[in-house]
T-cell receptor, first 115, second 114 residues
Framework: DGGITQSPKYLFRKEGQNVTLSCEQNLNHDAMYWYRQDPGQGLRLIYYSQIVNDFQKGDIAEGYSVSREKKESFPLTVTSAQKNPTAFYLC??????????????FGEGSRLTVL | AQTVTQSQPEMSVQEAETVTLSCTYDTSESDYYLFWYKQPPSRQMILVIRQEAYKQQNATENRFSVNFQKAAKSFSLKISDSQLGDAAMYFCASIRARDDKIIFGKGTRLHILP
């Protein structure tokens, strides 16, 4: 079945460690996104990519990094520079084109806890 | 800047009743899209309904419909004949037609009372 797979589902990290969250999609979508979800905050955009080898910062990119070497993959690294990394992270993808604007397909999320 | 505001953090409705979730937005664009997304307790978010700003007719998807008031910048979601499976967090969202950044509201948690 087509969809978006995020892994791991749960991740624990010690302070000062970098951690990478995986996001893979087999929907052949051009655009991919990373959102952070905190209670009472809604979803905030971290990074997005509309095409391979290109990505743009979202509203809260500080302390995060991404790569887009393949169309189907968009990993997110939470670096030690991120002050408050404990959160739920959602990856999403969409078809390029105005007629599909905003129609996102989401993964099941990854919960990161910093100990 | 685009903003999306959901003023109701939580709501409850009796099963089989109708409930309306509120959303207001602010944009200077003339061409944009509005959405309602549902995030059930399993956490995978799905698109419920989509509205193009240039369309006057309100979007409808089975038991879900919207009341789009463009002048008032209001975009409420009506759920008819509420079912237990409708219990979820609902997010209102908007995107400019010329953009790829979708902006989400903070969400409304909907409880369905049996």
């Amino acid at each position: 079945d087509g969809g978006i797979t995020q892994s791991p589902k749960y991740l624990f990290r010690k302070e000062g460690q970098n951690v990478t969250l995986s996001c893979e999609q087999n929907l052949n979508h051009d655009a991919m996104y990373w959102y952070r979800q905190d209670p009472g905050q809604g979803l905030r955009l971290i990074y997005y990519s509309q095409i391979v080898n290109d990505f743009q910062k979202g509203d809260i990119a500080e302390g995060y990094s991404v790569s887009r070497e393949k169309k189907e993959s968009f990993p997110l690294t939470v670096t030690s520079a991120q002050k408050n990394p404990t959160a739920f992270y959602l990856c999403a993808s969409s078809i390029a084109g105005v007629q599909f604007a905003g129609e996102l397909f989401f993964g099941e999320g990854s919960r990161l806890t910093v100990l | 800047a685009q903003t999306v505001t959901q003023s109701q953090p939580e709501m409850s409705v009796q099963e089989a009743e109708t409930v309306t979730l509120s959303c207001t937005y602010d944009t200077s664009e003339s061409d944009y899209y509005l959405f309602w997304y549902k995030q059930p307790p399993s956490r995978q978010m799905i698109l419920v309904i989509r509205q193009e700003a240039y369309k006057q007719q309100n979007a409808t998807e089975n038991r879900f419909s919207v009341n789009f008031q463009k002048a008032a910048k209001s975009f409420s979601l009506k759920i008819s004949d509420s079912q237990l499976g409708d219990a979820a967090m609902y997010f209102c969202a908007s995107i400019r037609a010329r953009d790829d950044k979708i902006i989400f509201g903070k969400g409304t948690r909907l409880h369905i009372l049996p």
